[in-house]
């Protein structure tokens, strides 16, 4: 399996813009289809976004979509999520996942997570 690790977190007004890196380790990172999850307190983890192994194809929860853009890197074994316009709907953890399956946002076809980091929009 990778090991998955997320920077850059914090606390944003709201419209402004965060983003989010996750460093993966391995050499088999271009394998892997890769997903930003989020969750908020008291409720359940939701997707976000998801990229395919090579990058060409993303897919997003209508909730982010025009907002938010994922990308990756696989010579730097790094997926990323460009986070605009947030909103304080947006305050939650976010997960970068790892599934060997192609592009999708359920959670359980996501083997490998990340410890998460937490993004507070303030009004």
């Known amino acids: 399996q990778v090991q998955l690790e997320e920077s850059g977190g914090g606390l944003v007004q709201a419209g402004g813009s965060l983003r989010l890196t996750c460093a993966a380790s391995?050499?088999?990172?271009?394998?892997?289809?890769m997903g930003w999850f989020r969750q908020a307190p008291g409720k359940e983890r939701e997707f976000v976004a998801a990229?395919?192994?090579?990058?060409?194809?993303?897919f997003y929860a209508d909730s982010v979509k025009g907002r938010f853009t994922i990308s990756r890197d696989n010579a730097k074994n790094t997926v990323y999520l460009q986070k605009n316009s947030l909103e304080p709907k947006d305050t939650a953890v976010y997960y970068c996942?790892?599934?060997?399956?192609?592009?999708?946002?359920?959670?359980?076809?996501?083997?490998?997570w990340g410890q998460g980091t937490q993004v507070t929009v303030s009004s």
């Open positions: 391995g050499r088999t990172f271009s394998m892997y289809t």
């Open positions: 996942a790892a599934s060997i399956l192609g592009v999708t946002d359920t959670v359980h076809a996501y083997s490998s």
């Open positions: 990229i395919n192994r090579s990058g060409g194809s993303t």
